[in-house]
């Protein structure tokens, strides 16, 4: 099993420009979720997809979409990139269900972005 | 004031020593995940602990509900323990509040 991978593993982009980020996971987990990672600020969540079909919004959503393309994928866009989205991007996935109500993340490698 | 804090913010020990690393939450949880970002920036998985203690190898994670309260003890520490330890609480649903996490060096 892969677990959760992400593409791309670095990016730089223009302010303006829009870019995908793609996530997949081949364990079967309802849950999926992007994340941004900033010095100083731990990681926060974007979006999150609690199963197929259905996406919320996290604590910062702004300058962001998502799709949940299929069980397996969830992608985050960025549609007009700016400096402030400069940070590093991680996807995870969980699975519902586990005895006691709660589940472990599992985490990709993260993606790098800057935006100049 | 953040809803999950650690401290300290960076710590350094040298080998074999005894390290202690404490998380502690303001917000109603179901449980408290203990996660390692290596250097290279991965991140893994170390404990999600709902109640008492649990121990993996040289790790130690326990948690104190009532005191909402939890610490990460790594006994006989060695330089390739030193990453970012984070916690995160597991409030509603399936989400994770994070702390900011703890750099840790350990110096041979």
């Known amino acids: 099993n892969a677990g959760v991978t992400q593409t791309p593993k670095f990016q730089v982009l223009k302010t303006g420009q829009s870019m995908t980020l793609q996530c997949a996971q081949d364990m079967n987990h309802n849950s999926m979720y992007w994340y941004r990672q900033d010095p100083g600020m731990g990681l926060r969540l974007i979006y999150y997809?609690?199963?197929?079909?259905?996406?919320d919004k996290g604590e910062v959503p702004n300058g962001y979409n998502v799709s949940r393309l299929n069980k397996r994928e969830f992608s985050l866009r960025l549609e007009s990139a700016a400096p402030s989205q400069t940070s590093v991007y991680f996807c995870a996935s969980s699975s519902l269900g586990l005895a006691g109500g709660w589940e472990t993340q599992y985490f990709g490698p993260g993606t790098r972005l800057l935006v100049l | 004031k953040n809803e999950v804090e650690q401290s300290p913010q960076n710590l350094t020990a040298q080998e074999g020593e005894f390290i202690t690393i404490n998380c502690s939450y303001s917000?109603?949880?179901?449980?408290l995940h203990w996660l390692q970002q290596h250097p290279g920036g991965g991140i893994v998985s170390l404990f999600m602990?709902?109640?008492g203690k649990k121990k993996h190898g040289r790790l130690i994670a326990t948690i104190n509900i009532q005191e909402k309260h939890s610490s990460l003890h790594i006994t006989a520490s060695h330089p390739r323990d030193s990453a970012v330890y984070i916690c995160a609480a597991l409030t509603s649903g399936s989400r994770l509040t994070f702390g900011e996490g703890t750099q840790l060096t350990v110096n041979p």
């Open positions: 997809s609690a199963s197929e079909g259905t996406t």
């Open positions: 917000v109603g949880i179901s449980a």
């Open positions: 602990l709902s109640s």
